[in-house]
């Protein structure tokens, strides 16, 4: 069973983040599953919020997947992992979403729940200073939109993609991870990022949801 911490997800994640060993920031990160070994061997710790998610591993195409089913709930699977935007900007991963939770427009914290979101999380000398970039798809807010999450507002979320169209779909994602920080809070990223987290919920709309993640890239110069 894997550790829950009653924290909440900005708090929780960012504490272990700044617990990253110091120096020695990686060229190039290859996030990936293995399918038949517990999550929690893999280096995943899950964070719960409200309930636990469904977590596991499959394959497909000979290459291993996480996926996640919320029923009601929200949980994060994080890792710690240290890299420089500076250096290694290019982060590339796919994904598939399969069901969207049910919420309305309004930006707002009852409507706080995504189909899918990619978590990195930039920890400053206190919390305080930490700050944490997601990328989200989101039912029907335009691609490219940038927001302040409704429950920090050390968190800006990027959505990557929106609506319905491509529900069932894997798609693969390539962004520039430096460029969208320095957009998203108007400076470049003082320290380097301490770890990521996959999150698929929806408690706050009391619906469900469904998510696969694949393989996520991080280097200095990725391409399609």
Known sequence: M??????????????????????GEEACVRIGFEAGAPLAVQGWEEKVYNRP???????????????????????????PVRFDARDCPVVRWSWKVTR??????????ANDDYGARIYFFFPGRTFLTSRVLQYV????????????????????????HSGAAELGEWITVER????????????????????????????DTASSAEAYYGPLTVGSDLHY
């Open 137 to 160: 798809r989101d039912n029907e807010t335009p691609p490219g939109t940038i927001r302040t999450s409704p429950s920090s507002g050390r968190c800006r979320l990027v959505v990557v």
């Open 176 to 203: 520039n991870l430096f460029e969208d920080y320095a957009r998203a809070f108007g400076r470049a990223p003082a320290r380097p990022v301490g770890g990521i987290g996959f999150m698929t919920d929806s408690d």
């Open 2 to 23: 894997m550790r829950r911490l009653p924290l909440p997800p900005l708090a929780a994640a960012a504490a272990l983040a700044a617990a990253a060993p110091a120096g």
């Open 53 to 79: 998610n469904r977590w596991e591993v499959g394959m497909d195409g000979g290459e291993a997947f996480l996926r996640a089913v919320s029923d009601g709930s929200a949980s994060m699977l994080y890792r």
């Open 100 to 109: 969207l939770p049910r919420k309305g427009p309004a930006h707002t914290q």
